[in-house]
């Protein structure tokens, strides 16, 4: 039997603190909210108690950001997409930030099994004034435990609308994509992190989190597969190629906390516990 499951979570910003309701259809919930940064930081866990999705499945998300919060969004655990017999399953996220909110979007990886037909689509609306920080991490198979992406499909689209489009098939079937030099070269891992704002965010502040980013790929072991660009005066990316999650998500928790304090002077990692257990 497929699973339809859709969430509404709102933040609201109340007497000085940032404030989540929600509302659920099926199995797709937030956790208690935390307050490790202070009450002006709302961080939740987003859980989905099936543990993955096979054809058929749908998963909708919808986060609206108020003016004035800030709330940080995790899961507990991977997004896995397992093998289907033919019918699609969906993830689709939309992510809508008013004029002066702030969100962090950083759920653990989409793990796409062989067989798999996958659509995960993120769609973020931002106001001018919103701004956001999130990111996107997609594994392909479990090589190390002898499970290879040996079949299946996967369509992945990161979208602001009128300012910026990511969209593409991966096939398992198409071996030049993944193994040659100018596709994945054989990796099988693939992350991006973005910030994203409703307005221009001025050449100073873009420039700064570019060279901040441009350090930490320097410095790390997968400098030759990283870069960080700005495609468009709304948005920055840092994009990655790794041959397993660990590596790339260790990266864009260096980069995602370094954006953090070079764009919004938050100095603390503010790392949900979640990361640690």
Known sequence: MAWHAQLDLRYTHEHGRSVARFRHDGPLRVLQSLYPEGDAICHNVLVHPPGGLVGGDTLDIRVQAAEGSHALITTPGATRFYRSEGELALQRTVLALDAGARLEWLPLEALCYSGCRAENRLTIEAAPGGEMIGWDVTALGLPNAGKP?????????????????????????????????????????????????????????????????????????????????????????????????????????????????????????????????
Do not use: Y
């Open 149 to 277: 992406f040996d079949s299946g499909t996967l369509l992945q689209h990161i979208e602001v609308p009128g300012t910026w489009l990511e969209r593409g098939r991966i096939d398992a079937a198409d071996r030049r994509l993944l193994e040659s030099p100018l596709g994945l070269a054989g990796r099988r891992c693939l992350a991006s992190l973005f910030f994203v704002a409703g307005e221009g965010i001025g050449d100073a502040r873009r420039e700064a989190a570019l060279a901040a980013a441009r350090e930490r790929i320097e410095q790390h072991p997968l400098a030759e597969s990283a870069g960080a660009t700005s495609p468009q005066d709304r948005v920055i990316v840092l994009r990655v190629l790794a041959p397993m999650v660990e590596p790339a998500m260790h990266l864009l928790r260096e980069v995602w906390a370094a954006w953090r304090s070079e764009l919004w002077g938050l100095k603390g990692k503010g790392q949900p516990r979640i990361w640690s257990t």
